[in-house]
């Protein structure tokens, strides 16, 4: 288990919420801990091995996409860690990717293939999601008629903020806007339709993208129950919140005991924690 690392030999470039981030140069060391967020904070109970399964589905997916999108994965062989990390790399293996660096756009890529979240409660009040107007009559989780890209600014702390495409082509410009939607789109319909095909359905993710050698990359963890909604295909209904492979159990238990999401977050009990991994570890299962 992984709580937090403190490489005082290396120069940190971000500590974000799950990910503890490490400046190589030319590279990034990005280290998947066990730590999980809710409601916008970090909570004090880890996930066990909750990174190791985050990397492996993120490197699955760049398997699986690599003929449709590059990326910017460079390596996760223990024996490309820096030599000052000798003594902690055990602690890293299956949790680590040496990536490129590269200058990423200020905007999560939002995909959505179904009415759900921010996005549902924005149809209820305008019928439309970011602007896109939608057909009247759509009920909770439905399947949209094709998926609909929905940029959000990306908050270092707070919850990311939903804007209009035209809000993103005005702060990166029409040509790279136009890239990051339509390769979004692309990569959502190829992930959705293999992981129909596992008893999954993808509802919505969201994607990071950088500049790297005047090329679009995609960058980050992808596809991972942290950055989409995962539903199991075989319960799903419309009109109604679905269950799903991520951290809805904690969200649960932490509305249950009427916390009011102001630090410090309570610790969780050992029965909510069990529940959480046996969601992430069935979604690599399923997937991978």
């Given amino acids: 288990m992984l709580y937090d690392t403190n490489f005082s030999q290396l120069k940190v470039f971000k500590k974000g919420k799950v990910r503890d981030v490490y400046d ?15 409601f916008d904070l970090i909570l004090p109970t880890p996930i066990p ?14 398997s699986f996409l690599k003929d449709t999108v590059e990326n910017h994965l460079i390596s996760v062989d223990p024996k490309d860690l820096p030599e000052s990390l000798s003594e902690p790399k055990n602690d890293l293996k ?31 009040v305008k019928q439309s999601v970011s602007g896109i107007s939608l ?5 909770e989780s439905e399947k949209l008629s094709q998926p609909i890209f929905t940029p959000a600014t990306k908050a270092e702390s ?24 339509n390769l979004s789109i692309t ?35 992808v596809l991972t129950p942290d950055s989409s909604r995962f539903w199991p295909a075989d319960s ?8 799903s492979f991520d951290k809805q159990f904690v969200r649960d238990y932490l509305e ?31 997937l991978a």
């Fill in 24 to 38: 190589l140069d030319d590279k990034l060391l990005i280290v998947a801990t066990d730590r999980i967020s809710c």
């Fill in 49 to 62: 091995d909750k990174g190791k399964i985050l990397t492996e589905i993120s490197l699955f997916w760049f």
């Fill in 94 to 124: 299956g949790r680590f990717m040496i990536t490129r660096k590269c200058k990423v756009m200020p905007f999560e890529c939002v995909v959505r293939g179904y009415l759900s979240g921010s996005g549902w409660k924005e149809y209820k």
């Fill in 135 to 139: 057909p009247s009559g759509l009920g």
């Fill in 158 to 181: 707070g919850h990311d903020e939903n804007v209009s495409f035209d809000y993103m082509k005005e702060h990166v410009g029409e040509e790279l806007a136009n890239k990051a939607r």
């Fill in 187 to 221: 990569i959502y319909n190829k992930a959705a339709e293999y992981a129909r095909n596992k008893g999954i359905i993808i509802a919505d993710t969201k994607f990071e993208f950088g500049v790297y050698e005047d090329r679009l990359i995609l960058v980050d963890e």
């Fill in 236 to 243: 799903y209904e419309v009109a109604r919140p679905q269950a």
């Fill in 256 to 286: 249950s005991v009427n916390w009011d999401k102001t630090p410090p977050a309570p610790n969780l009990p050992q029965e909510v924690v069990e529940k959480t991994l046996a969601k992430y570890k069935q979604a690599l299962s399923a």
